[in-house]
T-cell receptor, first 115, second 114 residues
Framework: DAKTTQPPSMDCAEGRAANLPCNHS???????VYWYRQIHSQGPQYIIH?????ETNEMASLIITEDRKSSTLILPHATLRDTAVYYC????WGGGNTNAGKSTFGDGTTLTVKP | DTGVSQNPRHKITKRGQNVTFRCDPI?????LYWYRQTLGQGPEFLTY????????KSRLLSDRFSAERPKGSFSTLEIQRTEQGDSAMYLC????????????FGPGTRLTVT
């Protein structure tokens, strides 16, 4: 699985958009970009994933550059409860690949939302 | 609650003892994963199952570690002769199968080896 690079920490004002970058310059054509977050002492929580098109769900938006070498997770209106460690990972789509599915986590970005 | 559950949530044991953790995945999820997480680090992959078959094991999984998923439902992770370096959060996740299916994580089991 491709390695990802994220800034170790970021701050965001409550109510403002939080934009979390991720670099995955060695991503392969069959690898998806996934975002998870982990609130202190809990298991990681799935947020969103995408292949090459931008994606949006009720939690966040994912913007993937055209060359797929980087992406940005956007929390449109950050709240104090969004304070967490955010992980960007890339992994192979399964299909018939029995080795697909495991996630290789880096150290993530600690997002602190401030009042 | 139909999420992934793990038991126990906390375990304190003395060095040299054996411990066993249990993970109950989301019903109908045929893939189950084990990860280990130490303080300040992201989760590290240990092993995963598709149904009852253990398809991959990390080099992190020494011969003191064994995982089973006998009927393709719940899974157990056993650590024999625990060492202080085994102290960590052990996370379980499940997914619906191959493809771009997201993994759903349990709350983890916090192991402290004294």
């Amino acid at each position: 699985d491709a390695k990802t690079t994220q800034p170790p920490s970021m701050d965001c004002a409550e109510g403002r958009a939080a934009n979390l970058p991720c670099n995955h310059s060695t991503i392969s054509g069959n690898e998806y970009v996934y975002w998870y977050r982990q609130i202190h002492s809990q298991g990681p929580q799935y947020i969103i994933h995408g292949l090459k098109n931008n994606e949006t769900n009720e939690m966040a938006s994912l913007i993937i550059t055209e060359d797929r070498k980087s992406s940005t997770l956007i929390l449109p209106h950050a709240t104090l409860r969004d304070t967490a460690v955010y992980y960007c990972i890339v992994r192979v789509w399964g299909g018939g690949n029995t080795n697909a599915g495991k996630s290789t986590f880096g150290d993530g970005t600690t997002l602190t939302v401030k009042p | 609650d139909t999420g992934v559950s793990q038991n126990p949530r906390h375990k304190i044991t003395k060095r040299g003892q054996n411990v066993t953790f249990r993970c109950d995945p989301i019903s109908e999820h045929n893939r189950l994963y084990w990860y280990r997480q130490t303080l300040g680090q992201g989760p590290e992959f240990l092993t995963y199952f598709q149904n009852e078959a253990q398809l991959e094991k990390s080099r992190l999984l020494s011969d003191r570690f064994s995982a089973e998923r006998p009927k393709g439902s719940f899974s157990t992770l056993e650590i024999q002769r625990t060492e202080q370096g085994d102290s960590a959060m052990y996370l379980c996740a499940s997914s619906a199968g191959s493809g771009a299916y997201e993994q759903y994580f349990g709350p983890g089991t916090r192991l402290t080896v004294t």
